[in-house]
């Protein structure tokens, strides 16, 4: 899938209109625009306090943006993110992992995926009874629930430690397994906060094939394809794996377009090292 | 630490000494003061100044002799990475435990040699077994601290009180809607604290036992005010009531034995002993629910549950409204075993009593929760011949229990499925839930 075609090509599935996010006086990200396309890993960069995580936490709901628009093409229609919950949002088809990672430490590697299809999962309990007596219709729905977690279990290689608990883990496994709980969400697109952060090499390289396959729909047996939108630091990632590059600084979006072109931008790069400050 | 192992056993014994010692000089001046000297009426009235330097010395060798045997055979808390093979030990020994423990309340009636005190004895013990069940719900599962859970007991209690007095209701029909009325209570509470966490959130919960118990105690018209409730229906066996009388219509005349007021305690062990195990297979079942996964998903963190679609404030409202409801069940069976109920017997220290069973217990273990209760309840009766002290000698068995256990009897945590064995995850990993 190469970057150019998808650029013209495929339909958006995130639209980020004129997203304004303000802190009492502090313009953190000022009318910043850009879509992210349906089948592309997208990357938001910016030097530190250029405006990516807050950015982030308005996609996301973390954040409530102050103006502006979010819109995610998911299969079944238009959700309009700048007005949903963040659980909503959750259940719109927008899944996250965290700068510093967030597991459920205390619960072993497979309760972690289960937790992330509770919503699905609860729609089965039929308001609990069904579920308490352990009928039928309910198993069904654990058995096929366990099937998806053990697939990205295998997706992750952490299917050896399905049964350990997840603050056990090492920290590349940690991260591997907050993607995997994403991807249990059934979403349309996976926001990673930082993905990378604190791998080594090789883990990198391995995080970049999984990325990859997510993206491209060969990551687990069975998973649809699902868009990619990344906040990273590690250009070394951003330039191997992305599609489409976003580049903020001061809350404004500077430069946007295959890593290849953002790359050889003077903007960028006279922002990257702090030069020209000319604004 | 290092030096000692250099200085070998000598080096050892001396530093332990020394610890000794300074524990036991800390000691001192405290009990100088605390216990050495002493204000006494003296028969002419005036204040008299005793001292009491016999009791001082030997507290202070109490303290020195402690200490060195706490130094020496480490008595230390056992770390809270405790190994997984420990951990795994633990819970195959629960798992006998259990049954036993269970096979032994069911034929305690019949042990020979147990009396009504016994029994009576059997009762209360159940009821805070329940009571923690309940709890255990709320604040080891969900990890929401509730300081004020006796509130949902006492609304169980008069619920049952209150619809037998002026609709002349039976205890069967009281027993399911004193549950619901306590859930419905407890769905109030949850609304307005659901953004608090922790310590905001104990306290919130505290005023609101409180609340409760004041509203109990003031509107005397409907209540009784401090009079309590009194002449409140004893249960019946299915319709049979128990009394002396061996006529056709009660329980001895219908099963043609001899009346004896051993019956109904028997009956009401039997109940409270039914009323604990549904809780207990309720909380066993739903911890495998989706809703339970999400309770422990919350206790470990709120952040990660949004991001995961579900939604917080129902996830807390239905752990709030379950353990409220078989606080409920618990007050219901409370007030029909008493006939007769009053504000005073729903005061704070009960529900400290009942988070102390679970913190105690090991907050999530069933099997930890129901032996607290036994230790905590049966102790404190165990304990009546020695009057004041024993709340001292009750408070320091707590302490070591705390310093031996900081994590509860049963610290560990069983995984609600597995793709293997199912293994215990130590204490040391699982969150206790800031609310």
Request: hydrophobic share 50%; with cysteine.
């Amino acid at each position: 899938m190469s970057a150019a075609l998808s650029m013209q090509d495929a339909p958006p599935i995130l639209e980020v209109e004129a997203l304004t996010m303000r802190f009492g006086g502090l313009v953190a990200v000022d009318a910043v625009s850009f879509t992210a396309r349906r089948g592309d890993i997208t990357a938001l960069i910016g030097p530190n306090g250029a405006g990516k995580t807050t950015v982030f936490n308005c996609i996301t709901g973390f954040y409530r943006p102050s103006d502006g628009a979010l819109r995610l093409h998911a299969a079944d229609g238009v959700a309009e993110l700048h007005r949903l919950k963040d659980h909503r949002i959750a259940r719109a088809g927008v899944a996250r992992t965290f700068q510093n990672i967030r597991l459920f430490p205390g619960m072993t590697a497979l309760e972690n995926l289960l937790v992330a299809q509770t919503v699905p999962l609860q729609a089965k309990t039929g308001f609990g009874i069904v579920a308490l007596l352990g009928l039928g219709a309910y198993r069904k729905a654990e058995a096929a629930a366990v099937a998806r977690a053990v697939a990205w279990l295998r997706a992750t290689n952490l299917l050896d430690r399905a049964d350990d608990p997840a603050g056990a883990l090492p920290y590349g496994a940690q991260r591997r397994l907050e993607i995997a709980r994403a991807m249990c969400t059934a979403p349309s697109l996976l926001c990673l906060d930082e993905p990378a952060a604190g791998l080594n090499p090789r883990e990198s390289d391995e995080l970049a094939r999984l990325l990859r396959a997510i993206r491209d729909g060969t990551a687990a047996e069975g998973e649809p394809a699902v868009s990619v939108l990344l906040i990273e630091h590690d250009m070394g990632i951003v330039m191997t794996i992305s599609d489409h590059v976003v580049v903020l600084d001061h809350g404004r979006k500077i430069a946007e377009g295959p890593p290849a072109v953002v790359r050889n931008d003077r903007t960028v790069i006279a922002a990257y090292l702090g030069e020209g400050d000319d604004d | 630490m290092s030096a000692f192992s250099q200085g070998g056993a000598g080096g050892r014994i001396t530093a332990a000494l020394r610890d000794a010692t300074i524990a036991a000089a800390v000691a001192f001046g405290l009990f100088v003061v605390m216990v050495g000297l002493r204000t006494d009426v003296s028969p002419t009235g005036a204040l008299v100044l005793r001292e009491r330097w016999t009791e001082v010395a030997m507290l202070c060798a109490l303290v020195f002799a402690g200490r060195l045997v706490v130094t020496l055979w480490g008595l230390r808390p056992q770390s809270l990475g405790q190994s997984p093979e420990r951990a795994a030990a633990m819970a195959r020994a629960g798992k006998l435990f259990a049954p036993l423990l269970l096979a032994a309340a069911l034929v305690l009636p019949f042990v020979p040699g147990i009396g009504r005190y016994e029994l009576d004895l059997g009762i209360l013990v159940l009821t805070y077994v329940m009571l923690g069940w309940g709890l255990n719900i709320v604040v080891g599962l969900a990890g929401l601290l509730d300081l004020g859970y006796v509130a949902f007991y006492a609304v169980g209690a008069y619920s049952y009180a209150l619809l037998a007095q002026y609709f002349g209701l039976s205890f069967w029909i009281c027993l399911p809607l004193a549950g619901i009325l306590a859930a419905f209570w407890g769905i109030l509470l949850g609304f307005p604290v659901l953004r608090l966490r922790g310590d905001y959130l104990a306290i919130v919960t505290l005023a609101f036992g409180e609340i409760i118990r004041i509203v109990l105690l003031n509107w005397v018209s409907l209540t009784g005010g401090p009079n309590g409730m009194s002449g409140i229906p004893r249960p019946t066996f299915f319709g049979l009531p128990f009394n002396m009388s061996g006529e056709p219509g009660t329980f001895a005349g219908f099963f043609g034995i001899e009346p004896d007021p051993v019956h109904r305690v028997v009956f009401l062990y039997y109940l409270i002993l039914g009323l604990a195990l549904l809780t207990n297979w309720v909380t066993i079942r739903i911890r495998r629910q989706p809703i339970g996964r999400a309770w422990e998903a919350l206790r470990e963190d709120e952040i990660a549950c949004r991001a995961l679609g579900i939604n917080v404030r129902n996830t807390k409202l239905t752990a709030f409204a379950l353990g409220a409801m078989f606080g409920g069940f618990a007050g219901a069976f409370f007030a029909t075993r008493q006939g007769f109920i009053s504000p005073e017997s729903f005061t704070f220290i009960e529900s400290a009593i009942i988070l102390a069973i679970v913190v105690l217990g090991g907050m999530g273990s069933q099997v930890g929760v129901a032996v607290a209760a036994i230790v905590m309840i049966g102790g404190f009766e165990l304990f009546r011949d020695l009057e004041e002290w024993r709340m001292l000698v009750f408070g320091a068995a707590m302490v070591v229990i705390m310093v031996l256990r900081p994590r509860g009897l049963v610290g560990s945590r069983t995984p609600t499925i597995a793709l293997g064995e199912k293994r215990a995850i130590g204490a040391g990993h699982v969150s206790e839930g800031r609310g």
